[in-house]
């Protein structure tokens, strides 16, 4: 049956709403699904989702491909449509499950990108003076940086989640999974410069806004919870001041943050549950990272390092 263009076919619809309520998955993730599977439904082109075969399955992935598509992006949506095939068979409304022998595309796994010790700390630094957004900003990369936060982590604080005086947040991480996250004395002081008369209530003052919005912890000019494009262009435009560029981004922070742990000496598990990370292997992957700035401190710095 065709849907209306940008909709979804009611099964795709209940999948969706299966993976929000049942598998507890993050908004975020299921805006990534809706993109992903109305791309595949458009290029069903009004065939019914119970009558695809692996063969169209497979079509579409090698559609994706010849877009040029980067690879986790075409992985990311070959594992959109692999389980909503497999929601379909399981709930009795496909004779067969469609996309079970289709392999989600290897994504090439590099290292994660950290800035520097001395690029974080340029960073940090950006934002000046004590007008509520400086103080704001302060506080966001701090906390990103000294939490080793997600973006979303970030921009879902409320009130009730910070723990001034332990120095603790409690955040939500992915598949609303609950975390407690120490930070360190700087990122609290500038937290608390945020959360003071001079930054976050001076943004609210005289504004009527709704409950959340109240309640949140970052707040955008206007009062309103600052949204995930917000805080990442509060990232963005102080990298830019300080000549970070193209090389920064919200999550780069975070892999800064685990690295710079494992090169101080944190072991692995401490950094998996700092992270939130449920496989160890994904936090391993810094492992590799920190090993190979050793490397390079080595070679510079032993008088022998470098000798035949």
Wanted: aromatic share 4%; charged share 25%.
């Amino acid at each position: 049956m065709r849907t209306a263009a940008g909709e979804l076919p009611l099964e795709a619809e209940e999948f969706l709403s299966w993976l929000s309520v049942e598998r507890g998955r993050s908004t975020a993730t299921l805006a990534a699904y809706r993109r992903d599977l109305r791309a595949y439904v458009s290029w069903l082109d009004g065939r019914a989702l119970g009558d695809v075969c692996e063969s169209d399955v497979t079509a579409h992935v090698a559609h994706l491909r010849s877009l040029g598509r980067a690879p986790a992006t075409v992985a990311r949506a070959t594992v959109a449509v692999r389980s909503l095939h497999r929601f379909l068979f399981a709930d009795g409304r496909a004779g067969t499950d469609a996309a079970a022998a289709v392999d989600v595309p290897r994504v090439p796994q590099g290292l994660p990108k950290a800035l520097s010790e001395p690029e974080v700390e340029s960073l940090l630094a950006s934002p000046v003076g004590a007008d509520p957004l400086a103080r704001r900003d302060r506080a966001l990369l701090e906390v990103l940086y000294g939490g080793g936060l997600r973006i979303s982590e970030l921009t879902g604080l409320s009130l009730g989640d910070v723990d001034s005086q332990a120095r603790l947040l409690r955040v939500l991480g992915k598949r609303a999974k609950e975390r407690v996250v120490p930070i360190g004395r700087l990122a609290a002081e500038a937290l608390g410069g945020w959360m003071g008369p001079s930054g976050r209530a001076a943004v609210l003052d005289g504004r009527t806004v709704t409950r959340d919005d109240r309640d949140a912890v970052f707040l955008n000019a206007k009062g309103r919870r600052l949204s995930r494009q917000g805080a990442w262009l509060v990232v963005r435009r102080h990298g830019d001041r300080v000549g970070l560029g193209q090389l920064l981004t919200p999550h780069v922070l975070r892999h800064s943050y685990a690295t710079h742990l494992l090169d101080h000496g944190a072991d692995v598990r401490t950094v998996q549950e700092l992270l939130g990370h449920v496989s160890i292997s994904t936090t391993q992957r810094y492992t590799a990272v920190s090993q190979r700035r050793l490397r390079e401190v080595y070679d510079a710095a032993h008088p022998r390092a470098r000798r035949a």
